[in-house]
């Protein structure tokens, strides 16, 4: 199991853990927020999206959600870890922040724990198989009866500076007193960690060669060339060379 699906489990545990029964929240308060989300859908070009916790799903997003950010099936945007395991590799990072900003709202006073806003960017793999970036302002919005996370709202916007070599950041702050809580940046630039021999091999591996072939091509020997398939795999975060020139082609390694 890789980091991205460690912190995806993570997170989906620590929402398992925390129950909301129906007979704890009230959905005539959820459907006061409706007319400001259309609003904000009418009046900006940010993607809303709502999460009702005691369903376990969405309880409102933005029309356009699918073709804005380029995910096709909506029955899968309903799978938070199939969207959570969507994010680049490296950018795990956003799920462990999540993690611990929930963790830390709930070891505050009920009263207080709606004045916290968690934003974050990352990098996501859509259906069009392309990675894009994105930034997310994500509010509470609402408590159960027992003072738990029922009802948020994330703010979906593209960043516009579209750098996927660029790790994911995360910055946990209190609303009304702007204080900054914690931040947390993912790895630096995968480019600049992959040797030019590395690259060489990666783009002989794209064109279908396998290590014996690359190893003639490049005059190098057959182990050195293996060597060089686990050191990027290493480096990209990925299990096999196939997702390895995925990856790298999205980042624009290749």
Sequence with gaps: MNKLEESVKAHNANIQANVIKPEYVDYTEAEKHVPFFKMVDSTTTSIVVSTDYCKNNYFYYSENIDEALGFHN????????????????????????????????????????????????????????????????????????????????????FSPIQDLNKPGIAVFS??????????MEGKKEVEGNISQREKQVLGLIAEGLRSKEIAERLFISSNTVNNHRKNLMTKLNVTNSSEAVGIAKSLGIL
């Design 74 to 157: 909506r029955m899968s945007l309903m799978d938070h870890n199939w969207f959570r395991s969507r994010f680049h590799p490296e950018d795990h990072i956003i799920n462990v922040a999540a993690l611990k900003a929930r963790e830390f709202i709930l070891e505050q006073a009920i009263e207080n724990r709606k004045d916290y806003k968690f934003t974050f960017e990352f990098r996501i793999l859509n259906d069009e198989n392309k990675y894009i970036r994105l930034i997310v302002q994500n509010f509470i919005l609402e408590l159960d009866k027992k003072g738990s996370i029922w009802l948020d709202m994330k703010l979906f916007d």
């Design 174 to 183: 209190n609303k009304i007193t702007r204080e900054i809580i914690f931040t």
